[in-house]
């Protein structure tokens, strides 16, 4: 029997699914909860979150950075830098220096950011920012996707996923003998553009939702790249990749849909399984993704 629990957090729809007999009371509960810490941990829309003192200056200790700020640099490295998490003060001056809901105006300026390996340093006292802001929402959701769907998986001893917000990471099989979770891609207009089964993690990111307009009447999008430090104008509108963790979908997807073709092309020297639809919906597959 399948069990969902659904709720909001990191300002997304979450979705939590197991298959089993019973429905799983604490395990989902212990799910949630695991959603709202990591939300006051990395918002940076919270002041006491670790990301905002970071960007206050303050050295921070904390075993959960320990965890997730090497992820965060090997991103950086792996795409070639097309994943920056440092990106915060392009964000703010395009306007996105606040919740999306209320999210208005600002004027873009070219503000690449500093490479990470010499900004972000870990001294015996602890995490600091030798120069620029964080931002890590472009690697948390997913990476708390995966240990939200770890964590029901090993809790029920039964199959599980995870959705937040598009970020999908599953674990064992939908049905016996499926290898995995039959997962649909939808295309700009809501057409179904390719479903199949996947076995680990599917992430999606688009240009065309979180979008407004700037101070003097253009379009800006919260998806900025590090090589101009402007909201990326990209011949893709949406980006699909299929990776082992939800983690590595999500900045792979993030990547591709910034680098554009050039970002298609790493992600296929990688061997990354990428999916990118142009606004027409036309695909560009890179040779690792699995055909419908």
């Given at each position: ?61 904390d075993?959960?950075?320990d ?14 830098g097309?994943?920056n ?20 105006g ?65 674990i ?24 199949g ?7 999606t ?41 939800c ?26 399984a990428a ?18």
């Open positions: 029997m399948e069990h969902i629990e659904s709720f909001r957090a990191m300002d997304t729809g979450i979705d939590l699914i197991v298959i089993a007999d019973e429905r799983p009371m604490l395990p989902f509960l212990e799910a949630r909860l695991l959603f709202d810490q990591q939300e006051e941990r990395f918002s940076r829309f919270r002041p006491s979150s670790l990301v905002s003192r970071l960007n206050r200056g303050e050295t921070v200790a075993p959960w950075l965890a997730i700020l090497p992820l965060a640099l090997a991103a950086w490295e792996t795409t070639d097309l994943f998490p440092l990106i915060l003060p392009a964000l703010a001056a395009a306007g996105y220096d606040r919740t999306f809901s209320t999210v208005s600002g004027a873009p300026v070219p503000l690449p950011p500093p490479d990470p390996r010499t900004a972000i340093e870990r001294t015996t006292a602890g995490w600091r920012l030798c120069e620029g802001r964080l931002d890590l929402g472009g690697i948390v959701k997913g990476w708390t996707a995966d240990l939200a769907a770890e964590h029901l998986a090993a809790a029920t001893k039964a199959p599980a996923m995870v959705n937040a917000g598009g970020d999908i990471r599953c064992g099989e939908e049905a016996p003998g499926r290898g995995g979770w039959e997962l649909t891609v939808e295309g700009p207009s809501g057409e179904t553009a390719w479903s089964i996947v076995a680990g993690a599917l992430a990111s688009t240009t065309l939702r979180r979008r407004w307009t700037t101070a003097d009447g253009r379009t800006a999008h919260h998806l900025i790249d590090p090589r101009t430090g402007l909201p990326a104008a990209s011949p893709f509108v949406q980006v699909s990749v299929i990776a082992p963790t983690r590595e979908a999500e900045t792979w997807a993030k990547a591709v849909l910034i680098g554009g073709h050039e970002g298609l092309e790493l992600a296929a020297l990688r061997g990354v999916f990118a639809l142009a606004a027409d919906g036309s695909p560009s597959p890179t040779p690792s993704w699995t055909a419908p």
